[in-house]
Structure formats: C-alpha cells, structure tokens
C-alpha cells in the first residue's frame, strides 16, 4: 500500500483537528453526556470509519479495505474490553461525574500519541525482521490462555497503580481536592498537582499497557503502518462515548473475556503460520520458507471476527438475562457508580 506523504500529513491533521474540537467542547463545559450526546458522537465516529473504510477501498482496493475494517472491529472489541477498567479507575479515585469525560478525553489523546510511537516501531521492526511475528503469535496466544484463565474473575482486584503513576505521587507534592479541570492548583504558595493529573496519567497510561495486546493483534490483521493507525484512531475517537454510553451493558456481557481470548489467540495462530511462511531463522526449516504454511486471508479473519463478536455478545446477553445483579458483577466487575442512583 502506497501511501503519499500528503495522506499521512493530512491524516494527523485531521486527527488533531477533530481530538482539538472534542477537547474545547468538553473543556469549556466539563458535565456528564446524555445518552441522546453519546449516540450522536458515537454514530458520527462509527460513520466516519465506515466512510474511511470505502475511501480504502476506492484508492488501495478490496483487500486494503477489508484489512482496516477487520483491524478496526479488533481495537474496538478489545476497547470495549478496557472499559471495565477504566470504570474501576474512575472509582478508585472517586472522579466527579462531570469531570470523567474530560479525564477519558485527555487521557486518550495522550494514549494515542504514545501508541502511534509503538506502531512505527513496531512497523520497523516488523519490515526488518520476519522472525518478529513469531514473538508477537506466542505472545498473543500467551494473552489469550491468561484472558479465559481470568475470564471469570471479579476485575475489582485486577488494577494495580503502574510505576509511573507511583512515582508521579511520591515525587510531586498533590492536592486531595478537586478544583474543576484544572491539573494544578496553588496552596500556601505552593504549587501541587491536583487528583485529575493522577487520573489522566493513569488513564493514558493504562491505555498504553493496553497497546501491548492490541497493537501486536492489529499487526496480524494487516501489516501496513498506515491502516495500524486509523484502525486505532477510530477505535480511539469512539472510546469516551462509549463509555458512558452502553453503561449497563457492559455488565451483561459476561462472556467478553472468553471471545476476546479466541479472537487474540486465533489471530497469534495466523501469526505464526505467516512466520512459517516467511521463515528464515536458521534453526527453523534450515532457514526456508515452511511452503505447507497457509496464510490465513483477510475475507476469513473478518469472518471470524465478526461472528465470535456476534455470538459472544448473543450468549452473554441471553446468560445474563438469567443472572441476577449480583452474579453478574461476579462474572464482569463492579458497576458505575452512577448506575444505582
């Protein structure tokens, strides 16, 4: 895929245009969006991807096109996976309802940056060395059996504060009080960091751990830098809507983990087999291509995308329907603060 420099260059400008505009919108009246808001957004974005998809298709062909839709539906599931703990973060720090948007909104605008930084090294890496696919099959299918393994744990006990935000809390002096969206405050003439900063902080970088699943996974969808990163900037444009906006929902999907652990290890098989068929490690095949080893096509992957999606979220909706409230927050996490009131 033969992408001008132009194309990138507008593509950031885009981006920056459109994450700018949300972050004034939200900045100037920082409050809790309507479900009415949330849709609006959210089917705005979801279009616009669906547009980009046959803009793809238009310029690079069928297969391009269906490369980034296959990879777009894998960063979103898997999002919609990292919902849950952002819930838990939100809670944990006991982040004001009106302030939560803007802390997700920042927090994922800094997650992007650092993410399109890991795709192109992770695109160099990939360009100069085909053994690396091997790295990232294993690595997803290591993912996957630890995702089923922990399938069904409460995720109330699975976050733990990263290094950089302890460090962030012990080095500078903070503040235990909230003062708006602001991230630095004045007291006694000192200046301290407020709670927001440590929420953004952990949001982006919770986001980040994130990519180490994500990115390897979209890199065995399509190999092409440029679809890596819309694929995760669309994912990512939708993300703060969709929080607020499926609430309970996410409380009945209680078989997500189980078919996010198929979706990563099926696409760390086809890892692996596009290794093979690459193959020169010496110690593999005497360093030739393993000729038997069949590259999975895309028009499959998107298949099989999209129907695990499908039937997962069939199934966890009609076992939950059977489930009272409690056994429910036993099968996912905790629920919304808000969702009792």
């Not at 440029?226 to 995760?232: D, I, K, M, Q, S």
């Not at 906006?245 to 890892?271: C, E, H, P, T």
């Amino acid at each position: 895929m033969d992408v001008p420099t132009w194309v990138w260059i507008a593509t950031f400008a885009v981006t920056v245009v459109i994450f700018t505009f949300d972050l004034a919108v939200v900045g100037r009246r920082p409050h809790e969006p309507s479900m009415k808001e949330c849709a609006t957004y959210l089917s705005v974005y979801v279009g616009l991807a669906l547009i980009f998809g046959l803009g793809v298709w238009y310029t690079s062909g069928g297969t391009f096109a269906l490369e980034f839709y296959s990879g777009w539906l894998v960063e979103y599931s898997l999002s919609i996976d990292n919902l849950f703990i952002f819930i838990i973060i939100m809670s944990k720090f006991a982040v004001p309802r009106e302030l939560q948007q803007y802390a997700l909104m920042v927090g994922i605008v800094m997650a992007l940056v650092m993410r399109a930084i890991f795709i192109f090294v992770g695109a160099a890496a990939i360009n100069n060395f085909s053994w690396v696919f091997y790295l990232f099959g294993l690595f997803l299918i290591y993912t996957a059996v630890k995702l089923a393994k922990e399938g069904a744990e409460d995720e109330d006990d699975e976050f733990e504060e990263n290094r950089l935000v302890e460090w962030v809390e012990k080095r500078f002096p903070a503040t235990k009080e909230w003062h708006g969206r602001s991230i630095f405050t004045h007291e006694d003439g000192k200046r301290l960091i407020t709670p927001l900063f440590i929420v953004i902080i952990t949001l982006g970088t919770t986001d980040l751990l994130f990519a180490l699943d994500s990115i390897p996974a979209i890199f065995g969808i399509t190999k092409e830098p440029y679809l890596v990163l819309t694929a995760n900037i669309f994912a990512l444009m939708g993300l703060r809507q969709l929080y607020f906006l499926i609430g309970g929902l996410l409380q009945r999907l209680i078989y997500l983990s189980y078919g996010l652990a198929f979706l990563l290890a099926f696409i760390g098989v086809k890892l692996i087999l596009h290794a093979m068929h690459e193959n020169e490690l010496p110690f593999i095949n005497g360093g030739e291509h393993i000729s038997w080893a069949p590259d999975i096509p895309i028009w499959l992957s998107l298949v099989v995308i999209v129907a695990t999606l499908a039937v997962t979220a069939v199934v966890s909706l009609w076992a939950s329907s059977r489930m009272s409230a409690a056994e429910q927050d036993a099968s996912t996490g905790p629920r919304r603060d808000w969702e009792d009131g």
